[in-house]
């Protein structure tokens, strides 16, 4: 039983010496690319709702007219 324990303390504790080791080899972006990247995210999230804005309205209109309200 102690060996079990044991192997999951050692391999939970290889566990996040892995993940250290992973995240080491990360190439993180610079701070231009990083707010480059968070710019054109914002951008394309606001296309989509002005999208779907419209074409909400266009479909409540749409049921308006047919239902005569």
């Known amino acids: 039983m102690a060996t079990v324990e044991k192997k999951k303390k050692n391999s939970l504790k290889d566990f996040f010496k892995g993940v250290r080791l992973e995240l080491k080899k990360v ?12 710019v054109v ?3 394309i999230c606001l296309v ?3 999208g ?5 309205t266009g479909v409540l209109a ?3 007219a047919i ?3």
């Open 27 to 38: 190439v993180w972006p610079t701070r231009k690319e990083l707010v480059s990247y968070t």
């Open 41 to 43: 995210v914002l951008v």
């Open 48 to 50: 989509f709702a002005l």
């Open 52 to 56: 779907f804005w419209i074409v909400d």
């Open 62 to 64: 749409a049921l308006r």
């Open 67 to 69: 239902i005569g309200a």
